[in-house]
């Protein structure tokens, strides 16, 4: 006759099954494609959910044109350009808020945002893109991408951990220097708990040309931010003007949902019931 086993499951091996198939509740802060502006116009009115428009101050302007990116998300109709006066002397910024995160050193809050970028021609200025928390006044931001007129890209970071130790950076090799006139979709992840973050670079019409830096640590001991933030590096009369294009900004945020975690007892978790091997008699 058949009789019910019990069956031993080791925690372990259980324990990494539940946690990789745990929820998690993903929060989109910002989504715009600038398909929604009207041409000739700064984009200051978003229909994407987030109502903190773009800004800009100084002597960048931002402009929404026809025309379409590579890779695109349809309709891929209009596109952003972003202009700085050749010579400028008042360097600006070009910044978007979204909805303020505050990771601790319990939870597991990851953030990603993505953009297309095209340089239609490169200035004599570097500019910064930044990840960052407007609502402090210094030591307000702990991802930082300088993008130089050479097509270089550096990622700042630290060399021991979070806001420690020697500040350092990551390059991207001469085979993966920015081309003009090229699209190229920037990945940025962060984890504000582990006070980590990633940048990845792809050529979006030749995808073999991708560069990603790995985990880095965050440049400041930071855990919250609510912006992305463009301006030049130096402001001087020496530079010219600024032609960058920029399509499909998008930003999420994933935590893991209450309630999908499980205590296993110790050295086991018995289960019973509802299942019966047949045994030979």
């Known amino acids: ?30 989504d715009d494609t600038f398909e ?53 002397e008042d360097r600006g910024a070009f910044s978007r808020n979204f909805d303020r995160l505050v990771g ?45 007129s050479s097509g270089t890209v550096s990622v700042l970071t630290r060399t021991t951990g979070p806001g420690t130790g020697s500040a350092t950076n990551a390059t991207n090799p ?11 979709e920037f990945t940025i992840d962060a984890n504000l708990q582990a006070q980590t973050y990633s940048v990845t670079i792809v050529d979006i019409a030749n995808p073999s040309k991708t560069w990603s830096t790995g985990d880095l640590f965050f440049y400041r001991d930071m855990r919250s931010l609510d912006q992305i933030h463009i301006h030049p590096v130096d402001a001087t009369t020496a530079n010219t003007a600024m032609n960058w294009y920029l399509d499909d900004v998008r930003a999420v945020t994933s935590i893991p949902e209450p309630g999908t975690a499980i205590s296993l007892a110790a050295g086991g978790l018995l289960i019973a019931g509802g299942i019966r091997i047949a045994r030979k008699r």
């Open 1 to 30: 006759m058949n009789k019910p086993l019990l069956l031993l499951v080791s925690t372990a091996a259980l324990g990494t099954a539940l946690l990789s198939a745990r929820a998690e509740a993903t929060t989109l802060l910002l």
């Open 36 to 88: 929604t502006y009207a041409t000739g116009t700064a984009p200051t009115t978003p229909d994407d959910g987030n109502d903190n428009p773009w800004t800009a101050s100084g002597d960048l302007t931002p402009t929404v044109e026809d025309g379409s990116s590579t890779g695109g998300m349809a309709p891929n109709n209009k596109v952003l350009h972003l202009q700085g006066e050749a010579n400028m």
């Open 104 to 148: 601790s050193a319990e939870s597991a809050d990851t953030f990603s945002i993505s953009f297309k970028l095209m340089i239609d021609s490169f200035s004599n200025s570097d500019y910064r893109i930044n990840l960052q928390d407007s609502t402090l006044e210094a030591n307000n931001s702990f991802a930082s991408l300088r993008v130089y």
């Open 174 to 184: 001469s085979n993966n220097r920015l081309i003009e006139d090229r699209w190229y």
